[in-house]
């Protein structure tokens, strides 16, 4: 069965660049879901998606921006990089808004900011 | 607000051994609880979620969570661990909903560590 797909899966990045990090959901799934983890701690919600418009908000910085697309995948964009946001970011994908259902995560993306 | 707690760090098991990784959760409404299992360098795997009804929830690879209202806890079990079972376990509460997004707010995660 398909499954979530992220790319690149490793980034490294110097302070102060951006990077961008993409989301391939599951067929058909309708929202999108970011999270980070950093080294280890648990995931931390950053912003959703739910048929293309923004749907939550959670603890992601002003110098981060996201969107989902006309074909559902979702781009995560980090600006003015810091050493605190080396981590792990997961998407993850549900289908119908996803209120009972449990979200389908991708491998994650691991950024490494030197 | 919701929120999940896992006590225990770590879980140390034998083999062959039953095992258990507790829970509990806060939340104002019906609770929507899930499990998620991460291993080394990989995202989190969906094991099993509690939605309504039945307080015995079967999920993949052979565990089972027990819902339990009065003592807020959901707790995740299995009858005989395997090796292959080492991985890391977060216990995750549905928030939501808004605006459709029903996030999902994790514990602070419990390693198992199964012995041959």
């Known amino acids: 069965a398909a499954g979530v797909i992220q790319s690149p899966r490793h980034l490294i990045k110097e302070k102060r660049e951006t990077a961008t990090l993409k989301c391939y959901p599951i067929p058909r799934h309708d929202t999108v879901y970011w999270y980070q983890q950093g080294p280890g701690q648990d995931p931390q919600f950053l912003i959703s998606?739910?048929?293309?418009?923004?749907?939550d908000k959670g603890s992601i910085p002003d110098r981060f921006s996201a969107q989902q697309f006309s074909d559902y995948h979702s781009e995560l964009n980090m600006s003015s990089l810091e050493l605190g946001d080396s981590a792990l970011y997961f998407c993850?994908?549900?289908?119908?808004?996803?209120?009972?259902?449990?979200?389908?995560f991708g491998p994650g993306t691991r950024l490494t900011v030197t | 607000a919701q929120s999940v707690a896992q006590p225990e760090d770590q879980v140390n098991v034998a083999e062959g051994n039953p095992l258990t990784v507790k829970c509990t959760y806060s939340?104002?409404?019906?609770?929507?609880l899930f499990w998620y299992v991460q291993y080394p360098n990989r995202g989190l795997q969906f094991l099993l979620k509690?939605?309504?009804?039945?307080?015995l929830v079967k999920g993949s690879y052979g565990f089972e969570a027990e819902f339990n209202k009065s003592q807020t806890s959901f707790h995740l079990k299995k009858p005989s661990a395997l090796v292959s079972d080492s991985a890391l376990y977060f216990c995750?509460?549905?928030?939501?909903?808004?605006?459709?997004?029903?996030?999902?707010?994790f514990g602070s995660g419990t390693r198992l560590l199964v012995r041959p």
């Open positions: 995750a509460v549905r928030d939501g909903p808004m605006d459709s997004s029903y996030k999902l707010i």
């Open positions: 998606f739910y048929e293309k418009m923004q749907s």
């Open positions: 939340v104002s409404g019906n609770p929507y």
């Open positions: 509690y939605i309504t009804g039945d307080n």
């Open positions: 993850a994908s549900s289908l119908n808004g996803g209120s009972a259902r449990e979200q389908y």
